[in-house]
């Protein structure tokens, strides 16, 4: 089992570039969220998909959209990249929609220069 | 929305000593309170998680305590070692909702 993947791992882009962040989860979860992580800062939840078909917005969903393709994948769209959108984006799966242990991607880290 | 403070936000103990680091929450609807570790350069990982129902719960050298009357829970580490820093997060699921809300995190060094 790989669990949670994510690509690219490291990607940079100019302001106003587009890109879209692959994630896949083999655990066969419900569940699927984009995080992302600051210097200093915790986890701000950007979109999830309770279940496949449905998306919601998180705390800090400006500037981005979201596709749960199918029940293993949940892609991130950044239309118009921002230098503000510098991070590391973290993808997560769970069994139950936020009732059981979340498993984390490796991460993307993206500079927008 | 979910407010969610931690204390302290970094900390430093000898190794073999103890540490404590406890969340604060605003929602008391809120029913599932897990902490997790994040190494630096990794991924978050779960390390122990408590329910509503549960005042205490203990795995080896970790523990989480839960007060809801206060509306915090603390993550307690005995006989800390140099594998234990970390940042380490809470992040309650406020009620009725389908996601988690993290804390800002604590920096935890172990120093030997």
């Known amino acids: 089992n790989a669990g949670v993947t994510q690509t690219p791992k490291f990607q940079v882009l100019k302001t106003g570039q587009s890109m879209t962040l692959q994630c896949a989860q083999d655990?066969?979860?419900?569940?699927m969220y984009w995080y992302r992580q600051d210097p200093g800062m915790g986890l701000r939840l950007i979109y999830y998909s309770a279940s496949e078909g449905t998306t919601d917005k998180g705390e800090v969903p400006n500037g981005y959209n979201v596709s749960r393709l199918n029940k293993r994948e949940f892609s991130l769209r950044l239309e118009s990249a921002a230098p503000s959108q510098t991070s590391v984006y973290f993808c997560a799966s769970s069994e139950v929609q936020g009732d059981n242990e979340q498993f984390f991607g490796p991460g993307t880290r993206l500079t927008v220069l | 929305g979910e407010n969610v403070e931690q204390h302290p936000s970094t900390l430093s103990v000898q190794e073999g000593d103890s540490a404590v680091i406890k969340c604060t929450y605003s929602?008391?609807?809120?029913?599932?309170f897990p902490w997790y570790k994040q190494e630096l350069g990794k991924r978050p990982q779960l390390i122990i998680d408590i329910r509503s129902n549960v005042g205490e719960k203990k795995d080896q050298r970790i523990a989480v305590t839960l007060n809801k009357t206060a509306k915090h829970f603390s993550l307690h580490i005995t006989e800390t070692q140099p594998e234990d820093s970390a940042v380490y997060f809470c992040?309650?699921?406020?009620?009725?909702?389908?996601?988690?809300?993290f804390g800002q995190g604590t920096r935890l060094t172990i120093n030997p």
């Open positions: 655990m066969n979860h419900n569940s």
């Open positions: 992040a309650p699921r406020p009620g009725g909702a389908q996601k988690l809300v």
């Open positions: 929602d008391s609807a809120s029913n599932y």
